[in-house]
């Protein structure tokens, strides 16, 4: 697909958009296929850890190989990604500039998201993840706004750094994994072994849990979020927060909590403490932001803190509740970023304090945003409800006190949402119209209103029938496997 | 699944279908089509009703089931009950969420409630927000609401009733803020969800407490066999010297305060009195309201059996608000906000009564939790009934101001009327209903506690007091000058009022203890004579006052303010509750902590990443002269080099 575009010529704006639209969704239903194919092998008794094995050897004195596979998580991650994908080529229908290579680097960065999601060898795994990280570098810098060239290195700085620390942990992996002198990046095999001493998984996992932690937005190493975010054009923020953020939970459950579980469980109360302070950290830091796209961002940290939260809960429930948590906070934000990209786009501004009453001057977009609030606050019916309450409820299995009381904490996360997703609400949507020249603006157009519906309908569907979705990730080998 | 889903599923797919197509069904079609909808839930809802009660016999999913058991008591039914989302883990392998139809005698009583109320509601609403824009929008938010608060009193199970706590909650939400262009609408719906969710915090927080030691969400098994299982999870265990029972229950009875705006969560629902009036009528004094006192009652068995203490704090928080809150609508001149406070006082009623309460039937010893119930279901008639006579009011003089009315009985006969026995009735004047319930909740208290007796005693001459107020305010008094003559409202508006009285006057007549009970073993009430006359004669004291004071225009108001006059102006400003609350969230959360964590964000965290960027940054500008590539330094450092190592290992 990326070669079809390449080849056309950068005038024809209209046939990229028309091959993105088709290849997005092409990938849509490929993900919809692989889950409809997953459920039924599972349902006919398939009980591999993966399904839809293939392994190629790729480098093989080093035994790298290109191996990849599905359980349900990843399966929920596919879903994920390709929704809002295809809602991402949507929501930059209007990009005028540089069509061509914006579109470009989009699909660089989906292949990368897709490659890490799928892969099982450390490696492999491990190049997905600088894929999908470099193209952000260009994508903001070159279409951003604001201080992009500023946000774009600090973004890409901040991660990288966050690489290095993973790489190491990767090869620490590597090196100190081996059961019977056969080195192997191979993820299930390394699980499988479990033969990493206790006092080297010490060393490691806090680098590769950091390393990971970086990319989900985990307190003290979020600030990049903020102003990437702001500085992100629509679908980049969209994808970005929807799908690379997952990319660092997804990696701190499936690479440094499954490998290395003696050390997550010694360690996690170092942890426990920063992402629970994430949780209400972010939360409240979103109540006095007045950019609409930092209110967001901050709420992430939020969100995303309650995902490693949870996953450090170590138990069923709850990291079923964090991979919930993943798909529904992917989601929804990807609805805000959306949102607040087609808001910008008409007032050229994105300061609440210059907004008001947009309800009456673009009902759907309103509705859309209040819906998106609304999911963002945890209304049952929708997705972050169904996330949230699994996890606390899960987190509660932990009767000493230190659990109980960040537990407790995090489930103050709920009012103080609902403080800053109702500011926003009353000041931008509701009341009388601030500025008179946003009276004559207009309301979605035809392939706005695809991406906001996709989205609300994934959000709805999720929240009105988590039971499938729930049922897929906790079947997982990996959640399994905590279960004891 | 069979029938009785259907009182769920039409209220939401009328929710759905005229949230996304209403603007194109236009206003008509959508206020019709919600009412039909609406009709056909109630009617459903009396039929069940009435096979419950009176059949004894409910048929579900085509078999028929007796209502009663062997010993003659109420039975639960459940038409269905399927796993939402399953939340089980190692030690807890039945933890679900469960979505389920349950029918016992309470919540069948609330169906009847809440369909009557809701439908009036729908019938009014045409007339009354006739030419209103976003017409489509109240009625599909009404039918959410009419399936939120539905599917709330047939939960099955504890999170159920949460998952349609919350739902209410929006919708209350929704409907506040209905006329979004208005900021002070705005303003009274977020602070409405913000109260309301705060409160809930502390609902689901108990909930996770119960739920970790019973491992289970379902009431059938939290509550069964006087509450055993609760007993023999977490009887005995403490935290901090608290019983843990006790702290979950008070969390979830905190919960149950928000929404049924106890003290100190009351502030949120005279703001709330914003939205348009009919839904003020269905949510703010009916139905949403009570949801608090419909948790406790639900969960009555564990309250009593496991955390007597609770309940007396219940008894204690319910005695104060409603003496509160009757001192406050005393001095409102807003009638829809007299009205507000009058409902906080009435809650507050049901929830002493549920405090007081004993449990078993015999001796009427579980008077309270009938009188409270008994009194649910007559409020809810009466106060929704007064608050569509308010709407009437408000809808001819297009005003909430006393000022502005005076003398209205010439013009609006039927609204006089009606409002007239809304008036006796909470004032508990007989034969109307508010008598009948009001005084099983003064013979409860009177015979557990005394203090809790002369303290509702009080108040319900209050109410007498300011209800009359109230009336002749708006129906004698002097006429102001009208903008043009008041009239009558319309037949789709008066029509529900009539209905409404009706109920009011009949609902004292229902055998309830028959019905509903603590233990679920019908008894039969006998009236305490000396009780009720002392409350007749108190509500009579409370409305010779009123007419006194109010049924001409004279000196006595001013003078009576002048000396009260703190006491006065204290009671006018709500005793400052709000301010308190305002200060504490805008001064304390958002101007320190939240601007804080802000800043500090700013400064330190990310000041500190650029820090290290900015150190690297120095660090490789020094260093990148060594570098430089200019063969004359390389040669220099090389010559110096060469010297320095000479010169080290000759001299040393």
Partial sequence: ?484 | MDYTVLLLAIPFLMFLLLGLVGQKLGPKMAGILGTAGLSVVTVLAYYVAYSYFLNKGLTLNGVLESAVNGDGSWKALTSFNFTWLDLSNANRPDLRIEIGMLFDPISVMMLVVITTVSLMVHIYSIGYMHGEEGFERYYSILSLFSFAMLGLVVATNIFQMYIFWELVGVSSFLLIGFYYKKPSAVKAAKKAFIVTRFADMFFLVGILILSYYTKTFSFEQINGDHAALVHTTMGGLTFMGCSVTAIALTLIFLGGAGKSAMFPFQIWLPDAMEGPTPSSALIHAATMVVAGVYLVARLFPVYFFEATSVLTFIAYVGAFTSLFAALIACTQTDIKRVLAFSTISQIAYMMVALGVSGYASAHEAGLGFTASMWHLFTHAMFKALLFMCAGAIIHAVHSNEMDDMGNMRKYLPITHWTFLIACFAIAGIPPFSGFFSKDEILTAAFESNMIIYVCQAFVAGLTAFYMFRLYFRIFWYNEPTFHHTPHEAPKSMTIPLIVLAAFTCVGGFIPFSEFITAESIGYEIEMNTTIATISVVVALIGIAIATFMYKKQNEWPDKVTAIFKNFYVWAYHRFYIDEVYLFITNKIIFGIICTFIAWFDRHIIDGFMNLLAWTTNLVSDETKEVQSGSVQQYAWVFIMGVVTIVALALYL
């Fill in chain 1, 1 to 484: 697909m990326m070669a079809i575009i390449f080849c056309l010529g950068s005038e024809k704006k209209n046939i990229i958009r028309m091959v993105m639209a088709v290849g997005a969704l092409a990938i849509l239903g490929t993900a919809v296929y692989v889950t409809l194919d997953f459920l039924a092998q599972r349902e006919a008794g398939d009980a591999a850890d993966f399904l839809f094995r293939q392994d190629i050897v790729w480098y093989q004195s080093l035994n790298i190989n290109y191996s990849v596979g599905v359980d349900g998580i990843s399966v929920a991650m596919l879903l994920l990604s390709s929704v809002i994908v295809l809602t991402g080529v949507f929501a930059s229908w209007g990009m005028e500039i540089q069509t061509k290579e914006y579109f470009l680097w989009f699909l660089m960065l989906a292949i990368g998201v897709f490659g890490f999601f799928i892969s099982i060898d450390l490696f492999t795994m491990f190049l997905f993840y600088e894929v999908a990280l470099i193209p952000m570098y260009l994508l903001i810098g070159l279409w951003g706004t604001g201080r992009k060239e500023y946000s774009a290195m600090k973004l890409t700085l901040m991660l990288m750094g966050g690489s290095a620390f993973l790489m190491v942990g990767i090869f620490g992996i590597y090196y100190f994994s081996s059961a019977d002198g056969q080195l192997t990046f191979n993820i299930v095999e390394i699980a499988k072994n479990h033969a990493m001493p206790v006092d080297k998984q010490l060393i490691f996992f806090p680098l590769t849990f950091v390393g990971f932690g970086v990319l989900g937005a985990m307190f003290p190493f979020h600030t990049w979020s903020p102003d990437g975010h702001a500085s992100a054009p629509t679908a980049v923020s969209m994808l970005h927060a929807g799908v690379l953020m997952k990319l660092g939970g997804y990696g701190c459950f499936r690479i440094a909590m499954n490998l290395m579980p003696e050390a997550a469980d010694q360690l996690s109360w170092i942890f426990i403490i920063l992402t629970g302070t994430s949780v209400v950290y972010g939360a409240f830091s979103a109540c006095v932001q007045n950019d609409l796209k930092y209110i967001n961002a901050y709420s992430s940290v939020s969100h995303c803190g309650l995902v490693l939260f949870a996953l450090l809960m170590m138990n069923k429930t709850a990291m079923t509740g964090a991979i919930l948590q993943m798909v529904s906070h992917g989601l929804m934000t990807a609805l805000f970023f959306a949102l607040i990209g087609m808001i910008y786009g008409r007032t050229h501004t994105r300061d609440i304090r210059e907004m008001g009453g947009m309800m009456k001057i673009m009902p759907v977009l309103g509705v859309c945003y209040v819906i998106a609030g609304l999911a963002s606050l945890g209304l049952p019916g929708l997705s972050g409800f169904v996330a949230e309450m699994t996890i606390f409820v899960g987190s509660f299995e932990h009767t000493d006190l230190f659990h109980r009381f960040f537990v407790i904490m995090g489930c103050t996360s709920i009012v103080i949402t609902a403080v800053y997703i109702l500011r926003v609400v009353g000041k931008v949507l509701f009341g009388p119209v601030q500025d008179k020249h946003h009276e004559s603006l207009t309301d979605a157009v035809w392939h706005e209103k695809i991406a906001a519906f996709g989205l609300i309908i994934a959000i709805a569907g999720i929240g009105l029938a988590p039971l499938w979705l729930s049922d897929m990730i906790s079947n997982s080998s990996i959640i399994m496997h905590f279960m004891k």
